[in-house]
C-alpha cells in the first residue's frame, strides 16, 4: 500500500489507517510533460536562456556600455568572435561587446515577454470568466469592448503612442498590456460558457456558494490548463512583437536594447561583412522561441490529453 | 409535519427563436405547469416521468436555480419565493441536491476532503480547515468510503463511489430535505441497489425528506412513500407508492408501469400491456386539453376541450384523467 506517503492525520489515524495521497489532475500534466522528451529539451534551453539572461553579465570580461577603442576602425577585420581579446561574441558597430549586448537585449525580450503573458493571464482570465460566467448583459457588454479594442489597428496605436510620447519601455509595456489579453479573454470566456453548465457549478450554486468564489473556485482552475498553454505560446509573440517594434527603430532606445534592436543592428551592418553581428544575437531569439514552442506544445498535450 | 408544500408552480422559460428580430415574441416553453404537492417531513416524495417531463425542472425550481414562475413554493409555512437573495441563500443549506451523472458533479481539481467540506466552508466561514477536514472524513465513513481516501481526487473513483461522494457533500449540513435527481441512473444495477439502500439508511438515521426524481418506477416504488407521475411538465396521477404501483389509475400511469418487464418469462409473455406510441410533444406547443391525449389509448373527442382537473379516488390518490380505470398490475 501506499500508505507511508500520505501526511498523518490525527482523525484518520483513530481509523487506524493513514490517508492515501492521491494524483491530482496537475500530477498527472507533470508526469505526461517530463515523458515528452521535447518539451522537457524545450524547458532545459529555457531555463538555460533564462540562465543566461540573469548571469551571463559574470562570465562577461566587458561590460554593455565600454568601448574597446583598440578595435574601433577595423570591426570587420579584428571584430569578429575570439576568446583571446574576450569578446566571446564579438563587437557591435560601435565597438561595444556583443556578448554583453545580447545577455542586455535578452533580460529586456524575456522581461517584455513575461509582462504581457501576466498581463493577459490576470486580465484576459478575469475579463473572460466574467464575462462567460455572469452572461446576459454583462456579457455582451464586456465582450463588445474586447471587439472594440481589437479593431483599432493596435500596430497604428503604438507606433502614435512611441511617437507622441516619449519613447520609453513603461510605454511599450502599456501598449503590449493593451493588446495581449483581448486574445485571452475571448478563450477563456469560450471555455467558461462550457464549463458553467456543468453539474459540479450547478451543485455549488445548489449550495449557496457566492458568484465570485464559485468563479475563483470552480471556474478558474478548470480554465488554467488552457491558460497556461496559451501564455506560453504568447510569450514568444510578444517578445517578436517587441523586436518588430524595436526593428522598426521604435522600440527600446539606446543604451538599453533588445533582441530585436540587436538584429536589426546586424541586418544593417550585413554589408560591412561582419555576419557576427546578426548571427548571434538572431540564434539566441531562434532558439529560445523554439523552446518556448516546444514548452507550449508539451504544455498543452499534457494538460489536454482529449485533444490532441 | 408537513415540510414542503408546493401551490400551482408554474416554470416557463422564453425562447428565442433563432435568428429573431430583437422585437419578435419569444416563445414560451412551459417545463411545469400548475404543479401541487405537499412532502411530510422524513417522507419519500418519488418523481417519475419520461424524458423530457419536467422532473429536473421541478427539483430545480424547488433548489432554486431555475425561477419559477408563478405559484408558491412554501417551506415551513414560508413562501421561498418571496425570500431576499440573501436569505434564500442561507436557506440552502436546508435543500441540498444529488446529481444524475457522478462524476461531473464533483470539481475535478479538488480533492474529496475539499469537496465533501464544500458546504461546510460556505455556510459556516469560522470552522478551521483541520475540523472540516474531520467531519468530512467522518461523512466518508457514513456513506461507505475508507477515510483514508480523503485526498484522492474524483477521477481516481467509480461512478458508485463518486455517487457516494455526492451523497457525503449532500449530507455533511445535516440539511431537512434533500433532491436526488436521478441519482442512480448512470449507475450498475447491483450498484443501483446499493446507493438506493444507503439512501434509505440515512434518510433512517439524519430524518430526511427526500424528493427522489427517476425515470424507472422499479427504483422508485422501492423506496418513495408517495409517487407523482409527471407529463409533459403536467400531473397526471399521485399517490401513495402501493397505490399507484399496484392499481395504477391513470392510462399513462398504466403505461409507465407495464413498461417494466417482469423477470419471468411466462407470465411476461402472458400479460397484456398498454404501449405507447409516438414521441413527448413539443411543450413549446402543447397540445390542448389534455396533455397526454395524443398518445392516449383512451382518448375521447373532449379531451381536447379542457384540462382535466384532479380526482381524488380516496386516500390522496389524485388522478388527472376523467376515464380513469383501476388496472392491477403484478408489480
Known amino acids: 500500500m501506499v500508505a507511508q506517503l500520505g ?36 524547458l532545459v534551453v529555457l531555463v538555460l536562456v533564462v540562465l543566461f539572461a540573469l548571469f551571463g553579465q559574470t562570465v562577461a570580461q566587458w561590460s554593455n556600455e565600454e568601448i574597446d577603442w583598440s578595435l574601433l576602425g577595423n570591426i570587420p577585420q579584428a571584430g569578429g568572435p575570439s ?54 448583459k454583462t456579457d455582451t457588454v464586456m465582450m463588445r469592448i474586447v471587439d472594440l479594442m481589437m479593431s483599432i489597428p493596435y500596430m497604428f496605436v503604438l507606433i502614435l503612442l512611441l511617437v507622441v510620447f516619449e519613447r520609453s519601455l513603461v ?11 483581448l486574445d485571452m479573454a475571448r478563450i477563456v470566456r469560450g471555455q467558461t460558457l462550457s464549463l458553467k453548465n456543468k453539474e459540479f457549478v450547478e451543485a455549488a450554486i445548489a449550495t449557496g456558494v457566492r458568484t465570485p468564489t464559485i468563479i475563483f473556485r470552480h471556474i478558474v482552475p478548470n480554465l488554467l490548463g488552457v491558460v497556461i498553454v496559451y501564455a506560453t505560446l504568447l510569450v514568444p509573440s510578444m517578445i517578436i512583437f517587441e523586436s518588430f517594434i524595436s526593428f522598426l527603430g521604435l522600440g527600446v532606445q539606446e ?47 499534457a494538460l489536454d490529453p482529449k485533444d490532441r | 409535519m408537513t415540510l414542503l408544500q408546493v401551490r400551482d408552480l408554474d416554470v416557463t422559460f422564453d425562447i428565442r427563436p433563432r435568428g ?78 444529488i446529481f444524475q451523472d457522478p462524476l461531473a458533479a464533483l470539481n475535478p481539481r479538488m480533492n474529496v476532503g475539499e469537496i465533501i467540506a464544500e458546504p461546510l466552508r460556505t455556510h459556516q466561514p469560522d470552522v478551521t480547515s483541520k475540523q472540516a477536514r474531520a467531519k468530512a472524513s467522518e461523512m466518508m465513513e457514513r456513506v461507505g468510503l475508507l477515510p483514508n481516501l480523503i485526498n484522492r481526487y474524483p477521477h481516481e473513483f467509480s461512478g458508485g463511489q463518486c455517487q457516494r461522494i455526492g451523497i457525503a457533500r449532500a449530507l455533511v449540513l445535516s440539511p431537512r ?6 441519482p442512480v441512473s448512470a449507475l450498475d444495477v447491483s450498484v443501483q441497489a ?39 411538465g403536467r400531473q397526471m396521477e399521485q399517490g401513495a407508492a402501493r397505490d399507484v404501483v399496484r392499481r395504477p389509475r391513470h392510462p399513462y400511469t398504466q403505461a409507465l408501469i407495464s413498461s417494466v418487464p417482469i423477470p419471468d418469462p411466462k407470465r411476461e409473455r402472458a400479460r397484456k400491456r398498454p404501449v405507447l406510441s409516438g414521441e413527448l410533444p413539443s411543450p413549446v406547443n402543447p397540445p390542448s386539453g389534455c396533455v397526454f391525449r395524443t398518445r392516449c ?15 381524488d379516488v380516496g386516500d390522496g390518490h389524485l388522478v388527472a384523467c376523467p376515464y380513469q380505470e383501476v388496472m392491477e398490475t403484478v408489480a
Open chain 1, 7 to 42: 501526511t498523518a492525520e490525527d482523525n484518520v489515524e483513530a481509523a487506524g489507517m493513514e490517508p492515501v495521497r492521491g494524483r491530482s489532475l496537475w500530477s498527472d500534466a507533470r508526469q505526461r510533460f517530463f515523458a515528452n522528451k521535447a518539451a522537457t529539451g524545450g
Open chain 1, 83 to 136: 576568446i583571446a581579446n574576450g569578446h566571446y561574441f564579438g563587437v557591435d558597430e560601435t565597438g561595444r561587446d556583443l556578448y554583453a549586448r545580447v545577455v542586455q537585449g535578452s533580460r529586456i525580450s524575456l522581461m517584455v515577454g513575461i509582462v504581457g503573458a501576466l498581463i493577459s493571464v490576470v486580465v484576459g482570465t478575469l475579463w473572460g470568466a466574467v464575462a462567460g460566467y455572469v452572461g446576459g
Open chain 1, 171 to 181: 510605454m511599450l509595456f502599456i501598449g503590449i498590456g493593451l493588446i495581449s489579453w
Open chain 1, 255 to 301: 543604451p538599453s536594447t533588445s533582441w530585436g534592436a540587436l538584429i536589426n543592428m546586424g541586418a544593417s551592418n550585413l554589408r560591412n561583412e561582419t555576419p557576427w553581428m546578426l548571427g548571434f544575437p538572431l540564434a539566441v531569439f531562434v532558439i529560445s522561441l523554439f523552446a518556448f514552442f516546444f514548452v507550449g506544445d508539451g504544455l498543452r498535450d
Open chain 2, 20 to 97: 429573431a428580430w430583437p422585437w419578435t415574441p419569444s416563445d414560451r416553453l412551459s417545463a411545469v405547469a400548475d404543479l401541487s404537492f405537499d412532502l411530510e417531513e422524513g417522507t419519500t416524495l418519488g418523481v417519475v416521468g419520461e424524458s423530457g417531463s419536467g422532473k429536473s425542472t421541478l427539483a430545480r425550481a424547488i433548489i432554486g436555480t431555475v425561477p419559477a414562475t408563478g405559484g408558491e413554493i412554501l417551506w415551513d409555512g414560508t413562501d421561498l419565493r418571496k425570500l431576499s437573495p440573501r436569505a434564500r441563500r442561507t436557506h440552502r443549506r436546508e435543500v441540498q441536491m
Open chain 2, 177 to 182: 430535505l434533500v433532491i436526488c435527481d436521478e
Open chain 2, 194 to 232: 446499493q446507493v438506493v439502500n444507503l439512501l434509505k439508511r440515512l434518510q433512517k438515521e439524519m430524518g430526511l425528506s427526500l424528493i427522489f426524481i427517476a425515470h424507472d418506477l422499479s427504483v422508485v416504488k422501492h423506496i418513495s412513500d408517495r409517487i407523482l407521475v409527471l407529463y409533459l
Open chain 2, 297 to 311: 389509448p383512451k382518448a375521447q373527442p373532449d379531451c381536447a376541450v379542457g384540462r382535466p382537473p384532479l380526482l
